[in-house]
């Protein structure tokens, strides 16, 4: 199995290198979850998630009114609010099938939970997946791990909740957000 990992030369880290990615029979997986919200950052402001541009501003980690949470962005501008969650998806099939959660996860549960809220206040709420696995071609929710995560997607959808999933480009030195993938929820 090959790895490849990253050195920082930051001397206040306790070690030096991190397990960026992993190389397995179904494709390159990015490890790195933070990564994902790096890259959607990029892109957005760089404009290349089309569903997402025309906001002229964007803010990360934004504190969620009446909630006890935070959103990885809140766009605003002249269409109005828009909330976006990314979830970094890492789990393949072999058929090309992603889906998320790979663990049962209260917090990715408590999160569609409030998009779906934000959506009946009257403002645009995304949940989009970063897929940082090359051998993933559609996204999904697993819900043989988290059934109850499903549902309440599924449920946000119906609450005009968007679900997108964007593919990642991985090579060595560099991983990017390579385009949209189709997202078949059950």
């Given at each position: 199995?090959?790895?490849?990992?990253?050195?920082?030369?930051?001397?206040?880290?306790?070690?030096?290198?991190?397990?960026?990615?992993?190389?397995?029979?179904?494709?390159?997986?990015?490890?790195?979850?933070?990564?994902?919200?790096?890259?959607?950052?990029e892109a957005l402001s760089a404009g290349r998630i089309e569903p997402l541009t025309g906001y002229g501003e964007?803010?990360?980690?934004?504190r969620v009114p009446d909630a006890d949470t935070r959103f990885d962005f809140c766009l605003d501008g002249p269409?109005?609010?828009?909330?976006?969650?990314?979830?970094?998806?890492?789990?393949?099939?072999?058929?090309?099938?992603?889906?998320?959660?790979?663990?049962?996860?209260?917090?990715?549960?408590?999160?569609?939970?409030?998009?779906?809220?934000?959506?009946?206040?009257?403002?645009?709420?995304?949940?989009?997946?970063?897929?940082?696995?090359?051998?993933?071609?559609?996204?999904?929710?697993a819900d043989e791990i988290h059934p109850a995560y499903g549902v309440a997607v599924r449920a946000a959808v119906?609450?005009?909740?968007?679900?997108?999933?964007?593919?990642?480009?991985?090579?060595?030195?560099?991983?990017?957000?390579?385009?949209?993938?189709?997202?078949?929820?059950?």
């Open positions: 199995l090959e790895v490849w990992y990253g050195t920082s030369a930051n001397p206040a880290r306790k070690y030096p290198h991190s397990l960026e990615v992993v190389c397995s029979p179904l494709g390159r997986v990015g490890v790195n979850t933070a990564l994902a919200n790096a890259l959607v950052a964007v803010r990360r980690e934004v269409a109005g609010r828009c909330w976006v969650e990314v979830k970094s998806m890492t789990l393949a099939g072999g058929d090309g099938r992603g889906a998320f959660p790979d663990a049962v996860s209260a917090r990715a549960l408590r999160h569609v939970q409030t998009l779906a809220e934000r959506r009946r206040q009257g403002e645009r709420a995304v949940l989009l997946f970063c897929a940082q696995h090359t051998g993933i071609r559609w996204a999904t929710t119906i609450e005009g909740v968007e679900v997108l999933a964007w593919g990642c480009r991985i090579e060595p030195g560099s991983i990017s957000l390579a385009g949209p993938l189709p997202v078949r929820l059950p």
